[in-house]
C-alpha cells in the first residue's frame, strides 16, 4: 500500500504495492527511504519524478528543520515521457525534518521525517539503462492504480476513456466478470497496457494480445532477464521490474483485477512480486526488439 498525497498532508489509500511510493500527482513525483539508524532516526531518500505526460516538469524537493531552517533544497526537470531517478540522491532526513515535494511551483508533499510509514522504506522498481524501456516503464507506472476492465473491453482496455458509463462482460472472453468503467475514467487490461507501453517509447509492437506477445515477441532465458523484459503465458503477461534494492525478490507491473472498490470498479495497474511469474513454467520470458 502507498498513499495518495495532497497539499500538506497524506491520505491513506488503497494503492499499488510498490515500494517506489509514486504520490498521485500529475505527473507523478516519487520517493523512496532507507532508513540507516534505528526508529526515529536518520533516512536516506531518493526522489524521481515519473513523467507520463507530453510536456516538461519541474520538481523541488526541499527538507526543512523546524526552528533552524532549510537543510536541502534541490530542483529537477523531467522531458516528456522521462522517468527522472536519482536527481536528489541520499539526502539525510531526522526526525521532526519536513519532507516537502513542489511540482511546478506547487506544494504536493509535505510529511515530517518521523511520519515516514514503513511501507515507503527501499526501492524495488530497478532503473533500466534503456532510454526507451524508461520511456516505456514511464507510461506504465504512471497508470498504477487505474481499474481493469477485461478482455471484452475493445479498444478501451488501451486506456480509452468513455463518455458514458460501460459494463464490459468478460465472460464472453473466457474471464469470470463483468467490469464496470465510469465515464472519464480509463482502465486497461494486462496485453493493452502492455501495448499502449511501448507504443509510447516510440517501439514497433504489433501484438496486442498476451498468445501473440508470448509467440510473436522472441524468448530470452529466464535467467538473463532483464527489466522491460517480458513475462508472458495464454491468458496473461506482466513486465518484469527488477530487483531494485537487492533484497533477493524481483517485481513485475501488470494490470490484473486485484481488488474491489466501492463503486463497483475493480483496481487493476499494480506491481507484484514476481516470485511466482519467474517460478512457474506457464510463463517464458520474452524481449521486445528495439529496445
Known sequence: ????????????????????????T???VGACWDKVTAYGGVYQVSNNLLNGTGGWHTARVLVNRPGVGIQSDQSYT?????????????????????????????QVVGIPAHGIPYFMNHCKVKESPSVKVRQALSYGLAQLDSIYVGCAAGTYRFGTVPT???HHDGRTCGQSRVYKQPAGVKG????GLIHKMFQHAGVYFPWTSSSAMKSGIPQVAKSQIQVGDLLAKNGHV????????????????????????????????????ATNYLNSSEYT?????GI
Open 1 to 24: 500500500m502507498t498513499a495518495a498525497v495532497v497539499l500538506g498532508s497524506t491520505v491513506a489509500a488503497p494503492a499499488a504495492q510498490a515500494d517506489f511510493t509514486f504520490y498521485r
Open 26 to 28: 500529475d505527473p507523478h
Open 78 to 106: 523531467a522531458a516528456p515521457g522521462e522517468w527522472k531517478v536519482g536527481a536528489i540522491a541520499h539526502v539525510a532526513i531526522v526526525p521532526n525534518d519536513d519532507y516537502l515535494v513542489h511540482l511546478d511551483g506547487v
Open 164 to 166: 458514458g458509463t460501460l
Open 188 to 191: 486497461y487490461d494486462c496485453s
Open 238 to 273: 506482466a513486465v518484469y521490474l527488477g530487483d531494485g534494492d537487492g533484497d533477493g525478490v524481483a517485481s513485475v507491473l501488470e494490470a490484473t483485477p486485484k481488488w474491489q472498490n466501492a463503486d463497483g470498479t475493480w483496481t487493476g495497474v499494480v506491481i507484484s512480486s
Open 285 to 289: 520470458a520474452h524481449r521486445v526488439p
